[in-house]
């Protein structure tokens, strides 16, 4: 114990003496510590459970009930769970009254509105509420922070509106509203809201969902709404939040084990250590060189090699210790106070938390990097021979042949494991297989470097000095070479399997319907509702050409689609057909073609996908949710569509009638693309609830910020890594820098030698990650691409990203070394 005491002293006397190299060592180790510790507490902060979120959603109230559009049918679980679906019929009962909610709660129950929806201010919807602020039940779900709550005919805003008492909103086609306060969400500050008594809300059925838009009240009762009471609710058309059922919820929650994120875990906790120990090792190896002498003396005076080994680890226990808790408690208050700040860009917040578990962890992690850092410096410096260190001389580096051997074994393992990480469906296995390649690819470093070095003699004197200056100190080259050259395979596997990703995703999407198509679709409803939708659409989309489609019925009156299987850029995609007549095809095909049209009209299918039709017919399977499947043979010609990403068939009625089907008319298309404060939807959804409205926006062809943000992390962490080791290799070749310059060097001389480091240390570790990053991207692009279901694997190769990163960060590194100040101090040189 007396000898850890001295050697911390001594450590700690060290470090305040180097305090420019203590400090680079607590950055590298501190940084990620803190990274890590500020996101965890961020996350932690940002997460609202439902315990805290219980009084924004229910007040003062003992439950909120919402009703459920006719035709949805509800089932609550315990632990948050259920299922809702609509369009099915006699699911639920009609909408009822207050009156008959408050018979289902039981004598005592009180009810007040309560209902979401939007509010249509011009061309822009945004969030309201309906209610009584003023009311008892509503206390704490908002709290005032201006004016005074809203009485009919005024509102209150959120602070996002960034309106004051005393102004007006102007609704779309209703009166406007004063606003008399400002009213802030407990846990969200950017929410943008209107609250007031009768506001004119959109309909709120075409938005429906059990915790979003909806009618409904809060309920203040006499005895709790326990889960036993929601099945007859959900029954009657009522989802549930109770206060009961929420303080209950905590019982069912299970969080089962996940192997692929206990695995994902430990390859972040490896990469992370590693890198750390990468970037702090050559500021431990360059203080090693520095304290040779005193180390030496240490040992001349009776010190045995533990000793000199635990005053060696000390220096990591010291900066390690240090950096942890300082990154640790800096964390911790910017992952509380940034909350807030984030929220307001969207999100929410709640009170403030920090996860210890996962927070101790990562400190205990910081530590670890810090010893482990320090642990080949101090293997060193038992080993160093105490004679020659006092005399002057430069101890021998002698490397261990073992080393090489055991880090292509390593690679080799990688790679197999890489090979069988292919063909699973989870990337999480390639990922761990890649730390086996980096494992291995970090023991061979310093052979790498020993290796390059053999051809220095070719070069010109400040890159020959600069090369033998790098292999002479290979522990401190080997490290920096080692960190850049993970950095480097990591950033350029991710980039090959993001794009590989982005490339599959475009190339994969098609569609039935060309760019710019309006559809509307009846579903299953009788020939008297699609009658009246018809004639509504007709109404609301006037001077517009509608085409009309239809769906295939058996003799029963079960509704069958036909469908056939096609490959689309070599992935299997299943088409629906399409039944209609001349007009729908014209704005299939985007033109009159004559010789499709007569096809058309002589009954046979018009198939916009050539590989489905094999010897002029087109095989269908026509399947029912209710009947036995059957699959048709159908005489087939094939077509030019109106878009290049189109597929799709197109049926004739007389067709579809031959094969022993009925037809009815239940779609309707037209080239119209409804502005955004369009009613359609909303009057639409008044004729019936079972109709659907899409329009086809055609591929989006969005840019990559996935690449951008792997890119913006090489420069941080390749040049600054760069440009650190080559700030201790510089201030370690003084000596020879400054024989240089008594001898008439000039001062670009100098500084080539500087920058010279910085270009071997940056090109010999972007090349070997080159290959490393190309052989596991290439392998993470299956999983990416093909999501456990087989077929070929898009491999794309984002060249101009790839040659940024192993190309431009060299370069990069090498001119910001290339512009560092080269003047140097008198230094005392050896004869």
Same mark, same amino acid.
């Given at each position: 114990?007396?000898?850890?005491?001295?050697?911390?002293?001594?450590?700690?006397?060290?470090?305040?003496? /180097?305090?420019?190299?203590?400090?680079?060592? @607590?950055?590298?180790?501190?940084?990620?510590?803190?990274?890590?510790?500020?996101?965890?507490?961020?996350?932690?902060? @940002?997460?609202?459970?439902?315990?805290?979120?219980?009084?924004?959603?229910?007040?003062?109230?003992?439950?909120?009930?919402?009703?459920?559009?006719?035709?949805?049918?509800?089932?609550?679980?315990?632990?948050?769970?259920?299922?809702?679906?609509?369009?099915?019929?006699?699911?639920?009962?009609?909408?009822?009254?207050?009156?008959?909610?408050?018979?289902?709660?039981?004598?005592?129950?009180?009810? $007040?509105?309560?209902?979401?929806?939007?509010?249509?201010?011009?061309?822009?919807?945004?969030?309201?509420?309906?209610?009584?602020?003023?009311?008892?039940?509503?206390?704490?779900?908002?709290?005032?922070?201006?004016?005074?709550?809203?009485?009919?005919?005024?509102?209150?805003?959120?602070?996002?509106?960034?309106?004051?008492?005393?102004?007006?909103?102007?609704?779309?086609?209703?009166?406007?509203?004063?606003?008399?306060?400002?009213?802030?969400?407990?846990?969200?500050?950017?929410?943008?809201?209107?609250?007031?008594?009768?506001?004119?809300?959109?309909?709120?059925?075409?938005?429906?969902?059990?915790?979003?838009?909806?009618?409904?009240?809060?309920?203040?009762?006499?005895?709790?709404?326990?889960?036993?009471?929601?099945?007859? %609710?959900?029954?009657?058309?009522?989802? *549930?939040?109770?206060?009961?059922?929420?303080?209950?919820?905590?019982?069912?929650?299970?969080?089962?084990?996940?192997?692929?994120?206990?695995?994902?875990?430990?390859?972040?906790?490896?990469?992370?250590?590693?890198?750390?120990?990468?970037?702090?090792?050559?500021?431990?190896?360059?203080?090693?060189?520095?304290?040779?002498?005193?180390?030496?003396?240490?040992?001349?005076?009776?010190?045995?090699?533990?000793?000199?080994?635990?005053?060696?680890?000390?220096?990591?226990?010291?900066?390690?210790?240090?950096?942890?808790?300082?990154?640790?408690?800096?964390?911790?208050?910017?992952?509380?106070?940034?909350?807030?700040?984030?929220?307001?860009?969207?999100?929410?917040?709640? /009170?403030?938390?920090?996860? +210890?578990?996962?927070?101790?962890?990562?400190?205990?992690?910081?530590?670890?990097?810090?010893?482990?850092?320090?642990?080949?410096?101090?293997?060193?410096?038992?080993?160093?021979?105490?004679?020659?260190?006092?005399?002057?001389?430069?101890?021998?580096?002698?490397?261990?042949?073992?080393?090489?051997?055991?880090?292509?074994?390593?690679? %080799?393992?990688?790679?197999?494991?890489?090979?069988?990480?292919?063909?699973?469906?989870?990337? *999480?296995?390639?990922?761990?297989?890649?730390?086996?390649?980096?494992?291995?690819?970090?023991?061979? !470093?310093?052979?790498?470097?020993?290796?390059?070095?053999?051809?220095?003699? +070719?070069?010109?004197?400040?890159?020959?000095?600069?090369?033998?200056?790098?292999?002479?100190?290979?522990?401190?080259?080997?490290?920096?070479?080692?960190?850049?050259?993970?950095?480097?395979?990591?950033?350029?596997?991710?980039?090959?399997?993001?794009?590989?990703?982005?490339?599959?995703?475009?190339?994969?999407?098609?569609?039935?319907?060309?760019?710019?198509?309006?559809?509307?679709?009846?579903?299953?409803?009788?020939?008297?509702?699609?009658?009246?939708?018809?004639?509504?659409?007709?109404?609301?989309?006037?001077?517009?050409?509608?085409?009309?489609?239809?769906?295939?019925?058996?003799?029963?009156?079960?509704?069958?689609?036909?469908?056939?299987?096609?490959?689309?850029?070599? $992935?299997?995609?299943?088409?629906?057909?399409? $039944?209609?007549?001349?007009?729908?095809?014209?704005?299939?095909?985007?033109?009159?073609?004559?010789?499709?049209?007569?096809?058309?009209?002589?009954?046979?299918?018009?198939?916009?996908?050539?590989?489905?039709?094999?010897?002029?017919?087109?095989?269908?399977?026509?399947?029912?949710?209710?009947?036995?499947?059957?699959?048709?043979?159908?005489?087939?010609?094939?077509?030019?569509?109106?878009?290049?990403?189109?597929?799709?068939?197109?049926?004739?009625?007389?067709?579809?009638?031959?094969?022993?089907?009925?037809?009815?008319?239940?779609?309707?298309?037209?080239?119209?693309?409804?502005?955004?404060?369009?009613?359609?939807?909303?009057?639409?959804?008044?004729?019936?609830?079972?109709?659907?409205?899409?329009?086809?926006?055609?591929?989006?062809?969005?840019?990559?910020?996935?690449?951008?943000? +792997?890119?913006?992390?090489?420069?941080?962490?390749?040049?600054?890594?760069?440009?650190?080791?080559?700030?201790?290799?510089?201030?370690?070749?003084?000596?020879?820098?400054?024989?240089? @310059?008594?001898?008439?060097?000039?001062?670009?001389?100098?500084?080539?030698?500087?920058?010279?480091?910085?270009?071997?240390?940056?090109?010999?570790?972007?090349?070997?990650?080159?290959?490393?990053?190309?052989?596991?991207?290439?392998?993470?692009?299956?999983?990416?691409? !093909?999501?456990?279901?087989?077929?070929?694997?898009?491999?794309?190769?984002?060249?101009?990203?790839?040659?940024?990163?192993?190309?431009?960060?060299?370069?990069?590194?090498?001119?910001?070394?290339?512009?560092?100040?080269?003047?140097?101090? %008198?230094?005392?040189?050896?004869?």
């Amino acid at each position: 114990m007396a000898a850890l005491i001295a050697a911390l002293r001594i450590a700690r006397r060290s470090a305040w003496r /180097s305090r420019g190299r203590s400090a680079l060592i @607590m950055v590298m180790i501190g940084l990620p510590v803190l990274v890590i510790t500020a996101i965890l507490t961020l996350t932690e902060t @940002m997460t609202v459970t439902s315990q805290e979120r219980l009084v924004a959603e229910l007040g003062a109230a003992d439950a909120r009930l919402v009703q459920a559009p006719e035709g949805t049918e509800l089932q609550q679980r315990p632990g948050g769970g259920g299922r809702w679906s609509t369009g099915v019929d006699g699911a639920a009962e009609p909408r009822l009254g207050a009156a008959e909610v408050v018979a289902l709660l039981g004598p005592g129950a009180r009810l $007040i509105p309560f209902n979401t929806g939007e509010l249509r201010l011009g061309t822009e919807r945004v969030d309201a509420l309906e209610t009584d602020l003023r009311d008892p039940l509503t206390r704490g779900m908002l709290t005032l922070s201006e004016g005074r709550l809203p009485a009919a005919g005024e509102v209150a805003v959120t602070p996002a509106f960034g309106l004051r008492p005393g102004d007006l909103l102007r609704p779309s086609g209703a009166a406007p509203l004063t606003v008399v306060g400002v009213v802030e969400h407990p846990h969200q500050p950017s929410l943008r809201q209107v609250v007031g008594l009768d506001l004119p809300l959109t309909s709120s059925d075409e938005f429906w969902s059990p915790r979003g838009y909806g009618t409904g009240w809060l309920a203040d009762t006499a005895k709790p709404v326990p889960w036993t009471d929601v099945p007859t %609710l959900n029954k009657a058309g009522l989802h *549930v939040t109770s206060r009961a059922t929420i303080m209950d919820s905590s019982r069912f929650e299970v969080r089962p084990f996940d192997i692929r994120q206990k695995v994902g875990i430990g390859i972040m906790v490896i990469m992370v250590v590693l890198e750390t120990v990468l970037l702090a090792g050559p500021a431990f190896a360059v203080g090693l060189r520095r304290r040779r002498r005193e180390l030496a003396e240490i040992a001349a005076q009776g010190g045995s090699a533990g000793h000199l080994r635990t005053i060696v680890l000390a220096d990591g226990l010291v900066l390690g210790g240090t950096a942890t808790v300082m990154a640790t408690v800096l964390g911790i208050g910017a992952g509380v106070l940034g909350a807030p700040v984030v929220a307001r860009w969207g999100g929410q917040v709640g /009170s403030p938390g920090v996860p +210890w578990t996962p927070v101790l962890a990562v400190a205990a992690l910081g530590l670890l990097a810090g010893l482990v850092a320090a642990l080949v410096p101090a293997v060193q410096a038992a080993r160093q021979d105490t004679a020659t260190v006092l005399a002057g001389r430069a101890p021998a580096v002698a490397g261990r042949r073992g080393w090489p051997l055991a880090g292509a074994a390593l690679v %080799l393992a990688g790679l197999v494991a890489t090979v069988v990480a292919w063909r699973r469906p989870d990337s *999480v296995w390639v990922l761990a297989s890649a730390v086996l390649v980096l494992l291995g690819l970090v023991v061979l !470093t310093p052979w790498l470097v020993r290796l390059t070095g053999r051809p220095a003699g +070719w070069l010109r004197l400040p890159l020959r000095v600069s090369v033998r200056d790098a292999v002479r100190h290979r522990t401190r080259t080997a490290s920096a070479v080692a960190a850049v050259m993970a950095v480097t395979a990591t950033v350029v596997a991710m980039g090959i399997g993001t794009h590989s990703e982005y490339v599959h995703g475009r190339n994969a999407y098609t569609s039935a319907r060309p760019t710019g198509m309006l559809a509307i679709w009846g579903g299953n409803v009788g020939d008297a509702s699609w009658d009246r939708l018809r004639a509504e659409a007709a109404r609301l989309l006037p001077g517009v050409p509608l085409a009309a489609g239809y769906h295939a019925k058996d003799a029963q009156g079960r509704r069958y689609a036909l469908r056939y299987t096609v490959r689309w850029n070599g $992935i299997r995609t299943r088409r629906t057909v399409a $039944i209609g007549d001349q007009d729908l095809l014209r704005l299939l095909q985007g033109r009159h073609d004559p010789r499709t049209a007569a096809a058309l009209a002589s009954g046979k299918a018009v198939v916009f996908d050539a590989a489905a039709v094999r010897d002029g017919k087109l095989t269908l399977r026509a399947s029912s949710t209710s009947g036995p499947p059957r699959t048709l043979d159908v005489p087939a010609v094939t077509a030019t569509p109106a878009d290049e990403y189109q597929g799709g068939a197109l049926l004739p009625r007389a067709l579809v009638e031959q094969a022993g089907f009925a037809t009815a008319e239940r779609q309707l298309y037209a080239m119209h693309q409804p502005p955004a404060d369009s009613p359609l939807w909303r009057e639409l959804t008044k004729v019936t609830a079972k109709v659907t409205i899409a329009f086809e926006h055609g591929h989006r062809n969005v840019s990559e910020p996935g690449l951008w943000g +792997w890119l913006g992390g090489a420069l941080v962490l390749v040049v600054g890594g760069t440009l650190a080791a080559t700030r201790l290799a510089a201030a370690d070749m003084l000596p020879e820098r400054a024989t240089m @310059m008594a001898i008439g060097a000039p001062p670009w001389t100098l500084r080539m030698v500087v920058a010279g480091q910085a270009l071997y240390i940056s090109g010999l570790g972007a090349l070997v990650g080159l290959v490393a990053g190309v052989v596991t991207g290439v392998a993470l692009s299956r999983p990416m691409t !093909t999501h456990g279901a087989g077929g070929p694997a898009t491999i794309a190769i984002p060249w101009p990203f790839v040659i940024a990163v192993v190309v431009g960060l060299p370069v990069l590194a090498t001119v910001a070394a290339l512009i560092t100040r080269t003047r140097l101090p %008198l230094v005392r040189r050896p004869l």
